[in-house]
Structure formats: C-alpha cells, structure tokens
C-alpha cells in the first residue's frame, strides 16, 4: 500500500487550494445549516461555484459529461474543501446521487438530471427514515403504487436533512407489500416542487433548521424517475447506506483538525489564574491525545477510500470508521467546550463568544453524528458480526 501522494495528486490538490484562494467560502451566502460534519454549510452558489471549475463531475465517465479523473482527487478535494471550512455541504449527497444515476437512472433521469448536478444546480434530500422506522427501515410504510405510466406515492417522512432548500428528493417506497420485506422496496426520484409534497421544517437544539418532514399525499412520478428495478430498491438502498457512511464522514478528520487548531491556538493566547493552558499538563495530555485520534482516523478513511478505489469488499470499514469518526468528534467538541468554560455555550455575536462562537455549535450538531446514517449501536454490531465474526444476536 502505497502511503504517499503522486506527483499529479499534489498538483491537484494546489489546484483546490487556488480554487480557494480565488473564491473564499467567506464570502459565499449560506443556504441552509452547517450541520457539524466537516462539509460546511449549504451553499447553491458555492456549488455552482464548484461546478463552473468542473469540480462535481470530474470523476465522471466522459459518455455522461465527465473528465475521468482519478478516484483519489475526489478525496484530496473534500480534504481541502473541509481543512478550509468551505459552505460544500450539499455536495456529498450531490456526488452519490450522480453516482447511482449513472449506474441505474433511466436514458432520462440521466439526461435531465446529470448536467443540472455537474453544474451545482440540482441538490437532493434523502427520503428514507419514517416516524416509526430507522434502525429496521424494513417496515417502512409509505408506498408506491404504479398507475399506467406513474407512481402514485402515500406516506409520511422525517429527518430529512435541508428537504427545504434541495429541489429533488430520493424516495424509498414500498411497490409490492406482497413479498418478504426486503423485497418490494423501490427508489424514486422525486421534484420537491411535485404538487402532493409538503415539505415542513423541524428547529433543531442549535436553533437552526435543518432537517424536515415531509407528508406525500397522492403525488405522481412518472415511470422514468424510478432509480433501478421496481421492486428492487433494497440494493441500491444498502450500497447508498454504506457509501454514505464513507463519503458523508470522509471529510471528518480534516474538520476535527480544524477544531483542534482552534483549541491548540487558544491554549497558546489564554490564561487562567494567570497561568497560560498550554502550560497544563492535563490539557497538553488531551490536546496530544485528540492529534493521535484524528491522524488515525484520516489514514482509516484513506486506507477505506483505496479499498473502495480498488473495488476491494468493505464488509465493515465503513461502519467502523464512521463509528470512530463521529465518537472522536462527540469526545473533541465535549473537552472544547469543558476548555472554553463559560465562554463555550456563549452563541456567535456575542461579545463574549470565544472562537466565534463555533464550539457551542459543532458541540450540539455532533450529539446528532451518532444517529445519523445508523447508529453507533447498530455500526457495532456489523463491526461485531462481519469484522468480528461474532454470531448474530439471538431475540428471546
Ligand atoms: C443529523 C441527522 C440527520 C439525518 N438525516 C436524515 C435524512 O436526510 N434522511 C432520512 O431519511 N433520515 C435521516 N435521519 C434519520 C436517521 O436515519 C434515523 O434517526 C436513524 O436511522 C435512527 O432511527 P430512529 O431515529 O428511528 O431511531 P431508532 O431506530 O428508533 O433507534 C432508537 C435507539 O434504539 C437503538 N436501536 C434500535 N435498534 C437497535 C438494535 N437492533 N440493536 C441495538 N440498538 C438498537 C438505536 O441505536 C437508538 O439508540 C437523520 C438523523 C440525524 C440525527
């Protein structure tokens, strides 16, 4: 395994950091929240910023608009988008999307929707979760049923992250309630503007809005807007979970990188009962000990990524690193507002806010990190079962 980055990566990624340098996320307006995970806020411009320069599509088969550039750029650019707090929030959902069109859309689907995502201008909202189905999404309700050359869906979803602000939604409905529960599922693309659906908001602990429920009464989709087979959704469902365990956390340790940078640099300029922190051993001990945790946790998720690039099996690496990702951020952003003290929960504004504020906020987004995509207990389990070789439980 080959450790280093080639000549051409290297250019690459000096080619982002020129991007950066001449487009500054600062000055990019914010759609929608930063929800905590390294990719910043939702920014449309900022996309289409990113789409201008080719940035979205670039890994793309040359037959669907794409350049064929290496896998490993698509990793060096969200490195650098994270290290340099860029608003590309949207973009990781953006990029699986693309990549499940191409491999299942309709001539259609990928007709109109791939130039509009190349381009930063069509943004997805992920409509999996229920009221009463998560973990065991296997007995969700909603359905689809096929009326001559439509579906016609019924159901209830929530949780959905920036529904409000993203112009399409990825739909998984049940088609067929007369098989076993893994079968039956399909994935629908679905308008955000599709008369039948609506989008309302959920505030979130930060004050913020980011996620949304969205209630779907009679709305129809036209046949050609069905990710894949009818019936076999479940597929698509499983392989989107799991890369999207990889790709929405790559970008994680960058960001913690970013956070502990902060927290170092406060350390250094702080005193208390007149001492500075960087004198404290204990937080030298802890600011020591989350370096070693991030540095591990970046070399994971390459090692995952050049698993992925080498079409290697990931049984569990995903789980795993998503699992350590979203821990070691609980675990940062808990000992960097212990450090803050009372100047931690002050909100950006304040003339009290230290950090501008950002700690409090990365602090209360993370609590979600552990829910989302699967919970830790569920990505224990398939590090236990499949890493592990661990029988599966037994239900009494
Ligand atoms: C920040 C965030 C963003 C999200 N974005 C989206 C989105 O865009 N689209 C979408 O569809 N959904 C989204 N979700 C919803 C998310 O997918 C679900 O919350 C998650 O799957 C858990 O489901 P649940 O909330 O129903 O909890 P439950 O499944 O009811 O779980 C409750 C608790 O029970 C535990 N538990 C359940 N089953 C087991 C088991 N078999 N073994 C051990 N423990 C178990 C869980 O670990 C958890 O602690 C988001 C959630 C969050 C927090």
Not at 343 to 363: D, E, I, N, Q
Request: proline share 5%.
């Amino acid at each position: 395994m080959e450790f280093g980055f080639s000549t051409e990566e290297e250019a690459f990624r000096q080619e982002v950091r020129q991007f950066l340098q001449d487009h500054p996320p600062e000055n990019y307006p914010e759609d929608g929240m930063d929800a905590g995970y390294g990719s910043g806020a939702h920014s449309h411009a900022f996309l289409q910023a990113m789409g201008k320069r080719g940035f979205l599509s670039m890994t793309w088969p040359k037959a669907f608009g794409g350049q064929e550039r290496p896998f490993m750029f698509k990793l060096i650019l969200l490195e650098e988008l994270a290290s340099a707090g860029a608003p590309f929030g949207p973009l990781g959902g953006c990029d699986q999307t693309a990549a499940s069109i191409i491999q299942y859309g309709s001539p259609r689907l990928k007709e109109e929707l791939l130039p509009l995502i190349a381009s930063g201008q069509a943004t997805f909202w992920q409509g999996f979760s229920e009221p009463n189905s998560g973990t065991d999404l296997l007995s969700l309700q909603t359905e689809a049923v096929r009326d001559g050359d439509d579906y016609v869906i019924n159901g209830h979803k929530i949780w959905n992250s920036h529904a409000g602000i993203s112009n399409y939604g990825l739909v998984i409905a049940r088609t067929n309630p007369h098989v076993p529960r893994h079968k039956g599922l399909s994935m629908l693309v679905v308008a955000s503007d599709t008369p039948g659906l609506d989008i309302r908001p959920i505030r979130s602990l930060t004050g913020g809005i980011y996620h949304y429920e969205v209630f779907i009464e009679n709305v129809r989709v036209q046949k050609d807007y069905l990710l894949g087979t009818e019936d076999e959704g479940f597929v698509q469902l499983l392989g989107g979970l799991d890369t999207d365990r990889f790709w929405g956390r790559f970008y994680k340790a960058p960001y913690l990188r970013r956070l502990l940078n902060q927290l170092v640099d406060y350390a250094n300029t702080t005193k208390r009962n007149g001492r500075l922190l960087a004198h404290d051993p204990i937080i030298r001990q802890k600011l020591a000990g989350f370096a070693t945790e991030i540095e591990a946790l970046r070399m994971m998720f390459y090692r995952n990524g050049w698993l992925i690039k080498e079409g290697l099996p990931t049984p569990y690496e995903s789980s795993l690193n998503k699992l350590y990702a979203d821990e070691t951020g609980q675990k940062l952003t808990a000992f960097g507002m212990e450090l803050l003290g009372m100047y931690g929960p002050v909100k950006a504004g304040s003339r009290w806010a230290k950090l501008h504020g950002t700690m409090s906020h990365a602090y209360q987004t993370s609590i979600g990190h552990t829910i989302a995509g699967g919970t830790s207990e569920v990505l224990r389990t398939t590090v236990a079962t499949r890493g592990l070789g661990l029988p599966r439980e037994k239900r009494s």
